[in-house]
């Protein structure tokens, strides 16, 4: 660490609370707000870079809505919803590729199906939203990297077999826990034995790729019984593993049921993970943040959890964000039934979608932010120089009182020398009181003033 950074006052050094927030992206959606100008999107992507875009297509439904979800779904579809559902994503893709103009070619370089649970949708609507993807929006799916999220009960032989065939390179599980009693204490019931089907027909479809998540802290796990769900996982020796912490987030059904600041649960959770991470580090697993960990020699064909730090991303679908460098836009957002149910029904009846509606301008050190939050929650870190080569700047410079604090609580390794700022072990465990610690004040302050809904 250089020693530009400020002196540590005794204030900052004061206990946090190691789980505050999930930073898969920043900002949060629940810091964007309308649009009043509602840009349009043909003068939002004029002068992107589009070599290698990403594209990530949501679908917002799921046969149960597990007690710790906090993402953008609903539970079923009711009558035709996910036909008028993909006909809107269908006109959504016409609008946005035609937004992307035809001056300088527009490639893809990654694509993803999440959610939700993409394999809700049918064996021949899976086809359709690869028509989309391919036909549509040009992703040439059988030749870049396409992850696609599933769980247990959707995961069957003929989507498999659907997605496969139209070059699905990793297959996401959310298995959470292979204990019925813990998997029903999470509010995601499932037998054991069908989650195990699952796998077998994931690993028969001869997908690359297969990644299981994990979730720990949940009421009554023990370390026997975490130890029972990795070693069940660890079976099947999935190229990927992730390990969640539970969280307890507003309008979820285990918001109500569980003490979020519970210092007891806090030292559950802090407790599995090191349990967890040194279980799969001595089973021949690399870690590349908190809660990813991959085999040591397996390919890499998803996108890294916090590594996306190219702009470019195309979002289809209600719930998805598509980002330039200067703003990122969605839909409005919810976790409750009825407003999801409400936000979804305005989507399908869409018909002019040429216009960013919701969103938020990334501006001022927002970009600088971003990058370091994204990068410095990985693994392996951030080369200072590349930090330099995009701003012109140092992290010690930029933010020298966050970069203290996390020093003075040992969060950063100083092994890690000059040339990269790394996480230390302990740093890279409270990763979730590490990313919002690098919000900015604005963005703070927009996330508290959403009101959940
Ligand atoms: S965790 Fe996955 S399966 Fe469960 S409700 Fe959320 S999106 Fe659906």
Not at 16 to 42: F, G
Not at 280 to 290: I, K, R
């Amino acid at each position: 660490m250089s020693t530009a950074l400020a002196p540590v006052t005794p204030a900052a050094k004061a206990p946090v609370r190691p789980y505050q927030d999930y930073v898969y992206a920043y900002p949060h959606k629940t810091a964007y707000r309308p649009l009043p100008d509602r840009p349009a999107l043909r003068d939002l992507w004029r002068a992107e870079p589009k070599g290698a875009l990403a594209l990530y297509a949501h679908i917002p439904f799921c046969e149960v809505r597990c007690g710790f979800c906090n993402l953008f779904t609903r539970v079923g579809a009711p009558g035709d919803l996910t036909t008028r559902y993909l006909d809107a994503l269908d006109r959504q893709a016409v609008a946005v590729r035609e937004a992307l103009g035809g001056e300088e070619p527009v490639r893809f370089g990654a694509a993803a199906f999440g959610g939700g649970t993409p394999t809700f949708l049918e064996a021949g609507e899976l086809e359709r939203l690869c028509d989309i993807a391919e036909r549509r929006m040009g992703a040439p799916l059988g030749a870049i990297p396409l992850s696609v999220e599933a769980s247990p009960a959707t995961a069957t032989g003929d989507r498999l077999d659907v997605l496969v065939a139209r070059g699905a390179t990793r297959i996401s599980l959310g298995v959470q826990s292979f204990v019925e009693d813990e998997a029903r204490a999470a509010v995601r019931p499932q037998r054991r034995a069908d989650v195990e089907a699952a796998l077998g027909r994931i690993r028969e479809a001869g997908v690359p790729v297969l990644n299981i998540d994990l979730i720990y802290g949940i009421d009554g796990q023990t370390p026997a019984s975490w130890r029972a769900s990795l070693d069940a996982a660890l079976a099947w020796r999935p190229e990927e593993l992730y390990l969640y912490p539970l969280y307890a987030r507003p309008k979820t059904p285990l918001h109500t049921r569980t003490a979020v600041d519970d210092p007891a649960w806090d030292a559950q959770r802090l407790a599995l993970y090191r349990q967890g991470r040194d279980h799969l580090l001595a089973s021949g697993y690399e870690q590349t943040s908190m809660r990813m960990f991959r085999r040591a020699g397996a390919p890499v064909q998803g996108p890294d959890d916090h590594a996306c730090q190219s702009d470019g991303m195309i979002g289809l679908g209600c719930g998805a964000r598509s980002y330039t460098s200067g703003l990122h836009y969605s839909f409005d957002y919810a976790v409750g039934a009825p407003q999801v149910r409400s936000i979804i029904d305005a989507y399908v009846a869409t018909g002019d979608f040429s216009r960013a509606v919701h969103g938020r301008r990334i501006e001022g050190d927002e970009p600088r932010r971003r990058y370091l939050l994204q990068s410095l929650l990985q693994a392996a870190g951030m080369p200072t120089a590349d930090y330099a080569a995009r701003f012109g700047s140092t992290p010690e410079a930029d933010f020298p009182a966050e970069l203290g604090d996390f020093a003075a609580r040992g969060w950063l390794d100083e092994a890690a020398g000059p040339a990269c700022l790394r996480l230390s072990p302990e740093g890279l465990a409270h990763s979730d009181a590490v990313g919002p610690a690098l919000f900015s004040a604005a963005v703070r302050a927009a996330m508290a003033a959403y009101e959940a809904k």
